[in-house]
């Protein structure tokens, strides 16, 4: 369905750039769905396997270790760019203008805040796992198969610098507004009225009742 929120977009060097992120976010978020596919194939043959052949999937659970980092971290910024984390819409969509934008700009900067220490520290946290000398360059490994641990670990940092990356835009895209009320306000998701969410959600289901047809 669609979501309560609605990101503007037009000819500025700000909106320009914030497609160009949303295309790479939108290649993570990709990523993420497919290692949730390759989490239920891996479930398929280890079941068939044990189920078949008395013989399930070698290192499962270390698989599922390595792939879990995938789906819970690289779409994050895709749906920050879209709204779609939980947030005080209620609270939130009393307020307008300037009022609304100053809000917004703070929460952002706080989240920006965090994020960039938590990129610090997941970062450090992959150094101490990653290392050129070692096998397979890595210090330590999964309990089973001995898979290397440090690309799980690599997923986290990078995952958080490109949300930072969209946290810094939106704040830039909030002081924007401020500045220049009159226009539109870009590359940030505003939050759509009743009616207007109506219609998105309506011509959602109108477009896919379109592809069944042709189907």
Sequence with gaps: MAGASLVLSDDSFLSRVDRTLYRLEGYLALVSGLAVFSL???AVVSVSGRNFFAS????YVDWIEQIMPLIAFMGVAYTQRDGGHIRMDILVGQLR???LY???LLTTLLILLLMVLLVWGTWA???RSFDFTAPLWSRDSTMDIALPIWPAKLVVPVAFAVLSLRLALQAWAYVRA???PDQPAVAVPMIADAATQAAMEADQLTGQEK???AR
Excluded: Q
């Excluded at 399930?56 to 290192?59: A, F, I, Q, R």
């Design 125 to 127: 946290h992959f150094l």
């Design 56 to 59: 399930p999937l070698p290192g």
């Design 97 to 99: 203008g300037r009022t």
């Design 211 to 213: 592809k069944d047809t």
């Design 102 to 104: 100053c809000a917004e």
């Design 40 to 42: 239920m194939v891996l």
């Design 178 to 180: 401020i500045v220049r």
